[in-house]
């Protein structure tokens, strides 16, 4: 069963500074959740990154994004 991680992925900008950015990902556990946004990310061409943060969304998240199997999301 696909349910949606919130994972949160941290860039270095070029003059230094930290990025954070929070997706949305639909996968089987947070592993898969991972290696899916690591491999949209790798795909297009985006490097320099660091996966902080992957956890479940709570029921209530889940119902409001309805998000498909295999989809990530950018949050915010």
């Not at 919130?6 to 270095?12: E, N, S």
């Not at 956890?55 to 309805?66: S, V």
Request: with cysteine.
């Amino acid at each position: 069963m696909y349910w949606p991680f919130k994972t949160t992925a941290k860039f270095l900008t070029d003059d230094g500074r930290e990025l954070r950015l929070e997706y949305l990902v639909s996968a089987n556990n947070s592993v898969g959740a991972k290696y899916e946004l690591e491999r949209r990310l790798i795909g297009q061409e985006v490097f320099g990154y660091t996966i902080e943060k992957v956890e479940p969304a709570t029921k209530q998240e889940a119902a409001l994004f309805k998000l498909p199997a295999g989809c990530v999301q950018l949050l915010g």
